[in-house]
């Protein structure tokens, strides 16, 4: 499911919601966890899952073309942990 696809199904099952109120709302709670990301804060939506940010040391790698050791620098990744809730339900329990 797309952002947009999201917005018109929240808009179908609320229908006294404005179209652009809806995606003001959907923007803004997006905004708001990648802010928090951003801070290195984790996001917690109880019943769904908490997203949080992994520290990836720098590593040497290879170029699978042509075998050669790439240096690949240190990064932050975010990352998804669903909840017991969620896993549950995609799990027919």
């Known amino acids: 499911m797309t952002k947009s696809e999201l917005i018109l199904h929240l808009v179908e099952k609320n229908p006294h919601l404005y179209h652009r109120d ?16 951003s ?9 769904f899952g908490a997203f949080s940010v992994k520290q990836r040391d720098a590593r040497i790698g290879r170029n699978p073309r042509t075998g050669e050791a790439v240096s690949v620098a240190a990064k932050r990744v975010p990352f998804f942990k669903t909840g017991k809730l969620l896993r549950e339900r995609l799990n027919g329990r």
Do not use: K, N, Q
């Open 22 to 37: 809806v995606e003001r709302i959907v923007t803004a709670i997006f905004d708001e966890i990648t802010a928090a990301l």
């Open 39 to 47: 801070r290195g804060d984790r996001v917690e939506l109880r019943g």
